[in-house]
């Protein structure tokens, strides 16, 4: 039967289209974010960071964006494509301190 | 450059025995940390290493739970004796003091029978 557990989100996005993963974070005091992609069988993967003085940042077809007063980010790929099939997740630094509080994820589903 | 590295890849083992998981943490990083991700609870931080030194084990879910880390090189998660519901995936991770970013090893999927 099926298991009990986290029941992820699924984002579905057409292949070549924009996809955007939202997070809510927990803590106002957090000042350094992740977002992490992670495929079946490994180990979550680094995409891109932001800290909490700015409100977006750019990567290679990926770009953060922070919004503290909500405690909001997300993530957006550009032109995504069938190997960003994976479950994204975002994490959070409480400030002055090395704990990070991972998000349950999001995933995302490629359709060709 | 070689990143986080976990061994084993894989392990299933009887009920009561003991298990013992490695991470060799990327060259330079002072920071060491064990998460075990299940899809019950996600992404758990079990216990945190600073300098060789354990500074949170508040994580570590009893006693059976144990983690070394004798160099900087070099830690050891062990669990003793194993249960079915320790079975999960343990994730070693690294980072460097000044620097934000935590590396992920590929993990050690444990399935204990």
């Known amino acids: 039967g099926e298991s009990v557990g986290l029941h992820l989100p699924t984002l579905s996005v057409q292949e070549g289209d924009n996809s955007i993963i939202n997070c809510a974070y927990s803590n106002s005091a957090s000042d350094y974010f992740i977002w992490y992609k992670q495929e079946s069988g490994k180990g979550p993967q680094f995409i891109i960071d932001i800290r909490s003085n700015m409100d977006k940042r750019q990567g290679q077809r990926v770009t953060v964006l922070l919004n503290k007063t909500v405690k909001h980010l997300s993530l957006q790929i550009a032109a995504t494509q069938p190997g960003d099939s994976a479950v994204y997740f975002c994490?959070?630094?409480?400030?002055?301190?090395?704990?990070?509080?991972f998000g349950t994820g999001t995933r995302l589903k490629v359709l060709a | 450059d070689a990143g986080v590295i976990q061994s084993p890849r894989h392990e299933v083992t009887e009920m009561g025995q003991e298990v013992t998981l490695r991470c060799k943490p990327i060259?330079?990083?002072?920071?060491l940390f064990w998460y075990r991700q299940t899809m019950m609870r996600g992404l758990e931080l079990l216990i945190y290493?600073?300098?060789?030194?354990?500074?949170?084990d508040s994580g570590m879910p009893e006693d059976r739970f144990s983690a070394k880390m004798p160099n900087a090189s070099f830690s050891t998660l062990k669990i003793q004796p194993s249960e079915p519901r320790d079975s999960a995936v343990y994730f070693c991770a690294s980072s460097s003091t000044g620097k934000n970013t935590i590396y992920f090893g590929e993990g050690s999927w444990l399935t204990v029978v």
């Open positions: 060259s330079g990083h002072n920071s």
């Open positions: 290493f600073n300098n060789n030194v354990p500074i949170d």
């Open positions: 994490a959070e630094k409480y400030s002055g301190t090395y704990k990070y509080i």
